[in-house]
T-cell receptor, first 114, second 114 residues
Framework: DAGVIQSPRHEVTEMGQEVTLRCKPI?????LFWYRQTMMRGLELLIY????????DSGMPEDRFSAKMPNASFSTLKIQPSEPRDSAVYFC????????????FGDGTRLSIL | GDSVTQMEGPVTLSEEAFLTINCTYT??????LFWYVQYPGEGLQLLLK?????DKGSNKGFEATYRKETTSFHLEKGSVQVSDSAVYFC?????????????FGTGTLLAVQP
């Protein structure tokens, strides 16, 4: 079975540019999570969706960040405008809804904002 | 609120040594408990899980027992290998909830030397 697929794997761009990260969850999973990982802050949950509906976006750092899930097989995380402090590895994870269900992670997008 | 506390790293061991990484949690109700492993440059992978008290999760020689009386879920392995070098995350999710948002510990870096 295909796992969670993220693209691109690496992104290098200049500050002020718009960045779009993409995620395809595992087929049949109905919960989707976006995380950010840095050395300073560790692993942070940014937002999660249940049945394509955003449930909790309290982890989104600023209005520059937005996330969408237009259907069950695709989600995007957008940063506009990007800043150097947004440099991090961004992970997407998916799972079945319900207690005890593990999340399955993608390999992440390593984002560098110059 | 719910929280997970892991021992600070890095943990440095010689090959074939015994490993323990401590994890304690605070949660209401009956959480499910997980250990995830992150190898360099990769996403988090589920290592093992336990969904109720006294359950033992095991995988690839790693074990952890859900101890409700001590609110702990310590990770153990009898004989580590160089290939076990990674960051290990303890996590919990509230059982029976509408979503399975994970609460992570800060991670413990394990370095195994030949």
């Amino acid at each position: 079975d295909a796992g969670v697929i993220q693209s691109p794997r690496h992104e290098v761009t200049e500050m002020g540019q718009e960045v779009t990260l993409r995620c395809k969850p595992i087929s049949g999973h109905n919960s989707l999570f976006w995380y950010r990982q840095t050395m300073m802050r560790g692993l942070e949950l940014l937002i999660y969706f249940n049945n394509n509906v955003p449930i909790d976006d309290s982890g989104m750092p600023e209005d520059r960040f937005s996330a969408k899930m237009p259907n069950a097989s695709f989600s995007t995380l957008k940063i506009q405008p990007s800043e150097p402090r947004d440099s991090a590895v961004y992970f997407c994870a998916s799972s079945y809804t319900g207690g005890g269900q593990p999340q399955h992670f993608g390999d992440g997008t390593r984002l560098s904002i110059l | 609120g719910d929280s997970v506390t892991q021992m600070e790293g890095p943990v440095t061991l010689s090959e074939e040594a015994f490993l323990t990484i401590n994890c304690t949690y605070t949660a209401t109700g009956y959480p499910s408990l997980f250990w995830y492993v992150q190898y360099p440059g990769e996403g988090l992978q589920l290592l093992l899980k336990a969904t109720k008290a006294d359950d033992k999760g095991s995988n690839k020689g790693f074990e952890a027992t859900y101890r409700k009386e001590t609110t702990s879920f310590h990770l153990e392995k009898g004989s580590v290998q160089v290939s076990d070098s990674a960051v290990y995350f303890c996590a919990l999710t509230r059982d029976g909830g509408a979503t399975n948002k994970l609460i992570f510990g800060t991670g413990t870096l394990l370095a195994v030397q030949p």
